[in-house]
């Protein structure tokens, strides 16, 4: 199918938060350059942070160094682009939208040229991430069948890869966890497949809410997974696990709101987190209750804590 090329001129201070923005909003890859024609690196980035740079497979570890960055994402033909454009402008606290191009890419260009970048992915105890057209490396593992495109979420950024190897570690069985931006659905359909009795996936995005409930269908999940927006979860609910990998800044907004999802004596897990000042910015909006041992993978951070069983 077509893709779309949508290409936004920003100011050094907003790129890599638009970069990792579009790739959450679906970007299929995300390419940042010198605004001002005098590139001195230019990376593509997979919708899971991965970086090729240069031709060369590093990790989205850098800053751009221009004052002024062009940045452009790849999406699919029938992406709502003025939905994308609304978005950036409310991400950068723009009164209006950053300057922009927008071009109608063919199939050919692309089709095998991002495949061959995803393989088998091995991202836990025993649990692998597959795409779909890719032989399982371990057929008696448990193995995720997940394409990569329309929604954050397929294992590969370190984000989603500390989840799911704490998941892995997990005794699930019997438990309910509430996957709070779920993204592709990644962790729900992870933690289903390694024993749990049911998961609530939810996400402000309709979009990922619908690659969500194709990704359970694509997994042989049809039944223990309730996929809706976060307004649509009852009142009092809570989980004997509450994941949040989500923006650093909605983790601080919606503090209080995950928090009291947790059961007490539940775990709770928080994600996407990068560096040491972002963890503990992160951290003293939740503790106490929790306490909080922390994991770091190329400089991003999971904290997991667990809610005393009576809270004081």
Not at 40 to 50: M, N
Not at 176 to 187: A, E, M, R, V
């Amino acid at each position: 199918m077509p893709w779309l090329n949508l290409t936004l001129r920003v100011h050094q201070e907003h790129a890599q938060a638009l970069a990792e923005a579009l790739e959450k909003w679906g970007a299929i890859s995300v390419t940042l350059e010198d605004a001002a024609d005098q590139p001195l690196f230019a990376s593509v980035s997979t919708p899971d942070g991965t970086s090729l740079c240069r031709g060369f497979k590093t990790h989205w570890d850098k800053h751009p160094l221009w004052s002024q960055v062009r940045i452009t994402g790849l999406l699919p033909e029938h992406t709502n682009t003025d939905d994308i454009l609304t978005r950036a402008r409310s991400l950068m606290g723009l009164a209006e939208s950053p300057a922009h191009e927008i071009d109608l890419l063919g199939d050919e260009d692309w089709a095998h040229s991002w495949m061959a970048h995803y393989k088998p992915l091995q991202v836990g105890q025993n649990l692998w991430v597959v795409p779909s057209w890719c032989e399982a490396p371990e057929p008696t593992a448990t193995n995720i069948i997940l394409d990569p495109g329309l929604a954050f979420g397929t294992g590969d950024h370190p984000t989603t890869s500390l989840c799911l190897e704490w998941l892995s570690e997990q005794a699930l069985a019997g438990n309910t966890l509430l996957d709070y931006g779920c993204g592709s659905g990644i962790l729900s359909i992870a933690a289903l497949r390694l024993g749990a009795r049911e998961t609530y996936a939810v996400d402000i995005d309709v979009q990922a809410l619908d690659v969500t409930r194709r990704n359970a269908v694509h997994n042989g999940i049809h039944r223990g997974m309730h996929v809706m927006l976060p307004s649509e979860l009852p009142q009092n609910f809570q989980a004997d696990i509450v994941i949040a990998n989500i923006l650093f800044g909605t983790l601080i907004e919606l503090a209080a709101e995950i928090a009291a999802r947790v059961r007490p004596g539940g775990w709770l897990v928080l994600s996407g987190l990068l560096g040491d000042d972002q963890a503990m910015e992160v951290r003293s909006h939740y503790e106490p209750p929790f306490e909080f041992t922390r994991r770091e993978k190329q400089k991003w951070s999971l904290l997991a804590g667990r809610k005393p069983a009576e809270v004081g």
